[in-house]
């Protein structure tokens, strides 16, 4: 088996900021839910995968912020005009028969790292598809890596891996133990940037190796310096961007093989957000656009296995906008500080 397994958020977030805004009559945005089903369908092409998986992150904390409280501090919320748009991808996705996997607890990387490991110890092929390089520490002979460029995608294998960092992909890991990771951020060691992290690791292979005997370490005296004071530092770098194999998620990669889509569920959809050449693209049948036209609003909120269903978002948390889709395509805006029964909108 091959699976294509994605990195909803980082995508997403790509497909939002790589086209400029679009909306429907109604100023529903649609150019993330555009660029989204783009690249899915580029993937698609390219890799030909017998199933497809898409992990999202949820809203609740994970082990790691409760492990340090400075995890992803300083991160700015997403956007609204991005957040209204994901109910809608999630959706898409379903009806398009990817499985989209949430878990409580975890991040989107360590469903991830759970499928394709679950794909390595079965001898089955994984594509991750992402924007960033954490799941470069993922790659196998089996498991390898779609990196999004501006440009074009590049496919890491750990023959690329090597070329480009001289490094092997598990010990990536130890290099952001050492240089830290900003974006998420990794503190790392003070002082300890990339070339000289890629020198250490690319020596001794590890952190453990570094910390075993630094004073032989083949370093210069301020290079030691930094690493003695930032031992500690490293090890909770370590623990931090390590991504789990073992989430709980309660699927397997052979639970994600293709089954059919829901024509009719995706002409809903994007007939509501008007989406009409997305419609050609995706080679949607007339006879479930006809469908979709006919659907009344008493069959949709009867709940007709056609219909979209309510999105699997998380709750709202009482300090920004949430969106809800509806099972009549409807988009509502949860708004902060009104009670239930109102803050919906």
Not at 204 to 230: E, F, N, Q, R
């Amino acid at each position: 088996m091959k699976l294509l397994a994605i990195d909803g958020n980082s995508i997403i977030n790509r497909a939002f900021y790589g086209i400029r805004l679009l909306s429907n009559q109604k100023g529903v945005f649609t150019n993330a839910v555009t660029g989204f089903l783009n690249i899915y369908l580029k993937l698609i092409a390219a890799y030909k995968p017998d199933g497809a998986a898409a992990a999202f992150d949820l809203k609740a904390p994970t082990f790691r912020h409760k492990a340090f409280d400075g995890y992803k501090a300083g991160r700015k919320g997403m956007p609204d005009e991005l957040a209204m748009q994901l109910p809608y991808v999630k959706e898409l996705l379903k009806a398009l028969g990817v499985k989209v996997i949430e878990c409580e607890g975890y991040e989107a990387d360590d469903i991830l790292g759970t499928l394709a490991h679950a794909c390595d110890m079965a001898g089955n092929e994984c594509i991750i598809a992402t924007g960033d390089r954490d799941s470069f520490q993922l790659i196998t002979d089996r498991v390898s890596v779609n990196l999004a460029g501006n440009k074009e995608d590049v496919l890491y294998t750990p023959a690329k891996i090597m070329e480009v960092y001289g490094v092997t992909p598990a010990e990536m890991l130890e290099v952001k133990a050492l240089m830290g990771d900003a974006s998420d951020n990794i503190p790392g060691v003070k002082g300890i940037g990339e070339k000289t992290a890629l020198s250490l690791i690319q020596k001794y292979h590890g952190i453990d190796g570094i910390y075993s005997d630094l004073g032989a370490v083949d370093a210069t005296k301020s290079v030691k310096d930094k690493l003695a004071a930032g031992e500690d530092s490293a090890r909770l770098s370590r623990m931090l961007g390590e991504i789990v194999k073992d989430a709980p998620i309660g699927i397997l990669p052979e639970d994600c093989r293709f089954s059919g889509r829901d024509e009719v569920k995706l002409a809903s959809i994007l007939t509501g957000l008007e989406m009409f050449a997305m419609l050609k693209k995706l080679g949607i049948s007339a006879e479930a656009r006809d469908a979709a036209a006919e659907l009344s609003a008493e069959d949709i909120a009867a709940g007709s296995g056609a219909s979209p269903e309510t999105s699997d978002i998380p709750a709202f948390d009482g300090s920004i906008a949430d969106y809800l889709l509806t099972k009549d395509g409807r988009l509502l805006r949860c708004v902060n500080g009104l009670s239930d029964k109102q803050r919906c909108v």
